[in-house]
Nanobody, 123 residues
Framework: VQLQASGGGLVQAGGSLRLSCAAYKRTFSNNAVGWFRQAPGKEREFVSAITWNGSSTSYADHVKGRFTISRDRTKNTVLLRMNSLTPEDTAVYYC?????????????????WGQGTQVTVSS
């Protein structure tokens, strides 16, 4: 699976961005998809995930209530809507496809990764 994450950019604190993850050459409609992020000098951390059919979602505590994940299986895309952004959200955001249909919070459960998209939130 080849993944492409897009939608990152520079935004002021309190602003919003919508990230998109698209798959090429192969569908991931039967797999869970997750978003992770990595800030400079920090380890990659879980942000959100969605099951294969979109029936269940999960979020890291620090983004609950601000971020919303969704998927369109017909378009083979997963979106991450990010609201009320803070400078602490600044990072490279990666989408990843899980081994199976259930979502997980550990990077090791995701064998397929996109190249990442930079999100920078200014204060």
């Amino acid at each position: 699976v080849q993944l492409q994450a897009s939608g990152g950019g520079l935004v002021q604190a309190g602003g919003s961005l919508r990230l998109s993850c698209a798959a090429y050459k192969r569908t991931f409609s039967n797999n869970a998809v997750g978003w992770f992020r990595q800030a400079p000098g920090k380890e990659r951390e879980f942000v959100s995930a969605i099951t294969w059919n979109g029936s269940s979602t999960s979020y890291a505590d620090h983004v609950k209530g601000r971020f919303t994940i969704s998927r369109d299986r017909t378009k083979n895309t997963v979106l991450l809507r990010m609201n009320s952004l803070t400078p602490e959200d600044t990072a490279v955001y990666y989408c990843a496809v899980a081994r199976g249909s259930r979502s997980a919070m550990t990077p090791s459960e995701y064998p397929y990764w996109g190249q990442g998209t930079q999100v920078t939130v200014s204060s």
